[in-house]
């Protein structure tokens, strides 16, 4: 398809569309000067009649002007409307907006020369970005228009292709923002609408020619950052900076190291942190999920010869806890529930001084119970 027969193609749709709008206008003309004629013949028809004209039929004359001059309103709107795509339309093909498909290769090097510029303010590549955008939508009214059902399979690729064009534009956005995780997110969901193109294999080897130069930097800030962050106990920011760096460079092993090491370091200092307040059924679970997912390193050795302690004592920190919820519960006349939570603590902990004190008792806690239930039941 050349350019001429293109163009061509275009004019001829556009000519269509400007009849119809057209057309819509005159029907819509006709629509607005008719209706009040008719309901002006049809008023004085009953108001000569010897009934006359009661309520309902003045409503129902102004019922039907009303809906008159609306549908006139919308045609002559949508002509309107019909006539300012065709404006538009005509505008971006006379400034060269409908191209041929084989120019998709050469198109590249022309985003480049707008996108890949070093340097420059992020505000400046931010008012690119916006006017790329809206030229974008604007091409896509085009595009829906040149797609019309005579275009067939041609018209749906133009439409494919733009939409190709859209995407490799939000990827060099991200790159240019070294968003460099998000950017390779992008390409993977392009590769698997499009497949595997010479475009997108153009900004994979420019994503990764940029991960690469930018990688070093981005490790030695980050690990400045935790390592900061970290003896001041800004674990949260931490963390976030780590992520951030493993999310844009997975492949990379210093940064799956630093990964790794920053969730060790964290796990074990919250064990430390949680057993100094005495929270030992937290550094138990703690303790153990550490030595399930780092068993080789010395903390997990260390932590091994320390987990029967800390389940003795979150033993009896829950056998405390326990004994003193049964205690509130028999306070507030809850039976039922002290009942519930005292056969518990004797099932886990038969042995303990806790169990001792409560079994004698547990009976006691089923009459009482049984008692308000019973009173409840005759209110």
């Given amino acids: 398809m050349t350019l001429h027969g293109d163009n061509n193609r ?7 569309v ?8 005159v029907i819509g003309v006709i629509d607005a000067v008719l209706t009040p004629a008719a309901v002006l013949i049809a008023l004085a028809s009953q108001t000569s009649a010897p009934a006359g004209l009661d309520a309902g039929g003045a409503a129902r004359l102004i019922a039907i002007l009303g809906l008159g001059w609306s549908l006139a309103g919308l045609m002559i709107a949508l002509a309107a409307l019909l006539r300012v795509g065709c404006a538009i339309g005509r ?3 006379a400034g060269g907006g409908t191209r041929d498909q084989t120019d998709e290769a ?3 090097a022309e985003w480049e020369a707008d996108a890949w510029t070093a340097g420059g303010p992020p505000e400046a590549a931010g008012r690119r970005r ?9 091409r896509e009214i085009r595009d829906l228009i040149l797609a019309a059902p005579l275009d067939g399979e041609d ?6 292709a733009a939409h190709q064009r859209q995407m490799a ?16 997110s992008m390409l993977d969901n392009a590769r698997a609408i499009f497949g595997q193109t010479p475009t997108l294999e153009k900004l994979a080897a420019r994503l990764d020619e940029t991960a690469r130069r930018c990688e070093p930097l981005d490790y030695a800030r980050t690990r400045r950052l935790v390592d900061e962050a970290a003896l001041e106990g800004r674990w949260v920011q931490a963390e976030a900076a780590v992520r951030a760096l493993y999310f844009d460079h997975p492949e990379v092993p210093r940064c799956r190291k630093l ?5 060790r370091v964290r796990l074990h200092a919250y064990i430390e942190e949680v057993a100094g307040l005495r929270h030992w059924a937290e550094a138990q679970a703690a303790a153990e999920e550490f030595i399930a997912r780092f068993p080789d390193t010395p903390e997990a050795a260390s932590l091994r010869e320390q987990l029967d302690t800390l389940r003795h004592n979150a033993g009896v920190e829950i056998r405390k806890r326990c004994e003193r919820r049964v205690q509130e519960l028999i306070a507030d006349g809850h039976y039922a529930e002290a009942a519930r939570v005292a056969r518990y603590l004797i099932q886990q902990y038969p042995d303990s001084p806790q169990a001792a004190a409560l079994k004698p008792r547990l009976a006691d806690f089923e009459s009482r119970a049984a008692q308000r239930r019973d009173v409840v039941q005759e209110t």
Avoid: K, Y
């Avoid at 006017?131 to 939508?137: N, Q, S, T, V």
């Avoid at 018209?155 to 494919?160: V, Y």
């Avoid at 534009?169 to 390779?184: K, L, P």
């Fill in 10 to 16: 275009f004019e001829r749709r556009m000519g269509g």
């Fill in 18 to 25: 400007m009849f119809a709008a057209s057309c819509l206008t």
């Fill in 91 to 93: 505008g971006l093909s």
């Fill in 106 to 108: 050469a198109r590249p």
């Fill in 130 to 138: 916006t006017g790329r955008e809206l030229l974008a939508a604007v």
């Fill in 155 to 160: 018209g749906q690729e133009r439409i494919r």
């Fill in 169 to 184: 534009a939000e990827i060099i956005d991200a790159v240019n923002q070294r968003q460099i995780g998000h950017a390779r």
């Fill in 259 to 263: 990964w790794e090491d920053f969730r």
